[in-house]
């Protein structure tokens, strides 16, 4: 299968810890997401990579997030002292530079913090 | 800025029965609209999009019309089947970096 992997699917955590997620998108898409999606509600924007380039972060990414995407391949998205209002679903999403290109997503990474 | 409105769920109805899910939706510019669907314990899947005014997504038996006069893109299936119980997501995208605004999720639920 060559769709959209995230790693871990789930991790529970205590308040204060460090974690990071691993997305792995589709092996010829250049465009890369994270979105956040808590109960109940739809996902959310968080920040965009085009190749290695970050170019947007959204206001809902705190200092304490930081995402990376080194060679313009997979990404990781770190969350430094972790606290109970973290705990949501992760998603991760690719697509190619076409402006009319439909983005494809991961299955999540379920954080539960403590 | 952007923002999608739907309906509220969830939305229970008997198989066969006729289905529309309503979504509206503030954008600047002209967005591009789509549907997204999340079957329990998978990830978020494209259903179907829509890209200018007047043009119809449709795709598994589901269809949605982009309706500018009315910033509308309501979802309707004729004849909905117990596998299509899951959430469904209004969503748009407002071009450049296809940043996606979502909605709240509509949970449907099929019963036989």
């Known amino acids: 299968d060559t769709g959209v992997s995230q790693d871990p699917r789930h991790k529970i955590t205590k308040r204060g810890q460090n974690v990071t997620f691993r997305c792995d998108p589709i092996?010829?898409?250049?465009?890369l997401y994270w979105y956040r999606q808590t109960l109940g509600q739809g996902p959310e924007f968080l920040t965009y990579?085009?190749?290695?380039?970050?170019?947007?972060k959204s206001r809902l990414l705190s200092d304490r997030f930081s995402a990376e995407r080194p060679k313009g391949s997979f990404s990781t998205l770190e969350i430094q002292r972790t606290e109970q209002g973290d705990s949501a679903m992760y998603l991760c999403?690719?697509?190619?530079?076409?402006?009319?290109?439909?983005?494809?997503f991961g299955p999540g990474t379920r954080l539960t913090v403590l | 800025g952007n923002s999608v409105t739907q309906m509220e769920g969830p939305v229970t109805l008997s198989e066969e029965a006729f289905l529309t899910i309503n979504c509206t939706y503030t954008?600047?510019?002209?967005?591009?609209l789509f549907w997204y669907v999340q079957y329990p314990g998978e990830g978020l899947q494209l259903l179907l999009k829509?890209?200018?005014?007047?043009d119809k997504g449709s795709n598994k038996g589901f269809e949605a019309t982009y309706r500018k006069e009315t910033t509308s893109f309501h979802l309707e299936k004729g004849s909905v089947q117990v596998s299509d119980s899951a959430v469904y997501f209004c969503?748009?995208?407002?071009?450049?970096?296809?940043?996606?605004?979502f909605g709240i999720g509509t949970k449907l639920q099929v019963i036989p």
């Open positions: 954008a600047t510019g002209y967005p591009s």
């Open positions: 969503a748009l995208d407002s071009g450049g970096y296809q940043k996606v605004t």
């Open positions: 990579f085009q190749n290695e380039a970050q170019l947007e």
């Open positions: 999403a690719s697509s190619l530079r076409d402006s009319t290109d439909t983005q494809y």
């Open positions: 829509a890209t200018k005014a007047d």
């Open positions: 092996s010829e898409h250049n465009r």
